[in-house]
Structures are given as structure tokens and as C-alpha cells.
């Protein structure tokens, strides 16, 4: 991204929807100079307060307010009842949408592919993709992905479907190796190799977020579904392997795995 004036804009923001994830961006946007609105389900009023960062209870007085920005961060399965409940009509100007949207508002489809753990100690490096779907105001939508570039983000462009295609590789196939550490209860050892170590971090990183977004993932990426039919058949294989081995070895305890 160039450093160009209008992406040193400071913006006005509204965040519907207003956890853990979106309060980690909200204090470095609100860092940055930009001036941050809040319509969340829960009552984040006190916290709002005490951020410096406004918070509407009621949705359609919160699209009356002069948003230039409007970023939805939803969980992935409740997306579309909240934006099916949004009442657009009371959008006082045209706005840059952060996720989905109507004709008449740009569009904006983002992925920081870090949260509040990884991005503790700063953005440097870490990963934000973004799709410019629809945009005709330019310079706003340039402003807006300024806030993560001028953080030092690595910022990758690319359609939504060829992010769903690698995020399914990643993402997807990362969680579930570590729900699957979870159910068979794999903890630290005295003995641990390095490589144990970090399945145990894997584990622990997955095992943080809701299992409302795993399975938000699988249900809503049609890739996600053929990475697990892909990992079953990998198990399968893997086992036939070492059964072929054992016969090969006449080992009569291996042979009834």
C-alpha cells in the first residue's frame, strides 16, 4: 500500500458485533486516531466506557450515526441472521463495508489471519488478506486497509474463493488436528520432544477459540469438508501401512491394531 494522504485518514467506525477479536482491533484502530462506534447483543456498555468508544444499544440509531466504515465481526454462523436483521434503510450516507453487503454499499471482504494471541506484541508480519469486492470510493476503502499496513501487516490480495481454498489447507486442517488432540486429552510429558511440544501448542491455540467457530468453518467453506474426507483417508492409509509392515514382521500385537 502507498502512504498516500487519504490513507492517512482518520476514519469513523462502527463495529456491530464486539468480542474478544473485535476489542483486540478496536484499541489499535482507536490508537491510530480513529474514532470507534460499537452495536454489539451483549451489553458491552461498561467496557465502551471505558475504552473512550461509543456503544448503541439499539442497531438502527447506530446506522443513523455518521459511520464512514462499517465492520461486521460476527462469529461465522450467526453472519447471516445478523445481517439479515440489519435495517439498512437508516444509513445516513454511503458507507465501506467490512464483510458483505447491499448494491448501493461498498464491499470490503477481509481475513486477519491473527488474533489477540498472535498479535500480542504487534502486526509486523502477520498475515491480513483482503478482497475489494465492490468499492467505487477509493480512497476510503485504501484508508481503511492503511490501519493494518501501516501496522507492518503483510497485506495479501485475493478472492474470496482461493482464500476459502487455502484457508481450509490451513486454518481448517490446523483446528481440527487440534480438536482431535483435545478429545484423545494429550497433555505435557516429562519426556517431550520438540515436535510433541508444539502439537501441544496446537492443541492449547485451538482448544481457545469456540468450538462455534470450528464448526463454523467446516459448515460454511465447502473446502473444509473435503480436507477432512482427505485427512480420513490419510488415517486409513497410514494404518494399512503399518499393518503391512507388521505382517512383513509377523509381529502378532501389531497385526490386531
Known sequence: MSSSSSQRKTLQIGIIGFGPFAQFLAKTMMKQGN?????????YSEL?????????????AFLESDNE???ISTSILSLSRVVESIPFHCLKRPTLFVDVLPEECDLLCTHPMFGPESGKDGWTDLTFMYDM???RDQPLSSSFLHIFSSEGCRMLEMTCEEHDRLAAQSQFLT????????????????IDTKGF??????????????????????IHNRFARQQMKNLQVALEKTKEKLQERSKELQDPIISKF
Open 35 to 43: 474514532f470507534i462506534r460499537v452495536t454489539s447483543r451483549s451489553d
Open 48 to 60: 465502551c466506557t471505558n475504552l473512550g468508544i461509543l456503544f448503541f444499544r439499539d442497531m438502527g
Open 69 to 71: 466504515v462499517i465492520m
Open 133 to 135: 469486492v465492490r468499492i
Open 175 to 190: 483446528h481440527t488436528i487440534g480438536r482431535i488432540l483435545s478429545e484423545m486429552e494429550v497433555e505435557p510429558t516429562p
Open 197 to 218: 511440544q508444539k502439537l501441544v501448542q496446537v492443541k492449547e491455540s485451538s482448544v481457545k477459540d469456540s468450538f462455534d467457530l470450528f464448526s463454523g468453518l467446516f
